[in-house]
Nanobody, 116 residues
Framework: QVQLVESGGGLVQPGGSLRLLCAASGSIFSINAMAWYRQAPGKERELVAR????????YYPDSMKGRFTISRDNAKNTVYLQMNNLKPEDTAAYYCNALVWSSNYWGQGTQVTVSS
């Protein structure tokens, strides 16, 4: 079992930045990868970024490249999502995900609202 707790969301103006955090606990040793997803109202959940827990290599869908950076601190069991030059269309609930073998674990989500 893996527990995930996100933080760092909030209201930000267009062009601003936010850093999301996801603290993992439980069976950390069994995590293969961690990721950030987001879901806007009326839309499907979409992948923002993924990172290999052990080796640190990252993956971004083409639509997410350039403004989002995922990183991790294994000593703190924490994954980060740095978001720059935010746009109103980035408004969504952001969810942390952990892939443990073939099982997915999710956090409760943190809301990001980009508005002037």
């Amino acid at each position: 079992q893996v527990q995930l707790v996100e933080s760092g969301g909030g209201l930000v103006q267009p062009g601003g930045s936010l850093r999301l955090l996801c603290a993992a606990s439980g069976s950390i040793f069994s995590i293969n990868a961690m990721a950030w997803y987001r879901q806007a109202p009326g839309k499907e959940r979409e992948l923002v970024a993924r990172i290999n827990w052990h080796y640190g290599n990252t993956y971004y869908p083409d639509s997410m490249k350039g403004r989002f950076t995922i990183s991790r601190d294994n000593a703190k069991n924490t994954v980060y999502l740095q978001m720059n030059n935010l746009k109103p269309e980035d408004t969504a609930a952001y969810y942390c995900n952990a892939l443990v073998w073939s099982s997915n674990y999710w956090g409760q989500g943190t809301q990001v609202t980009v508005s002037s």
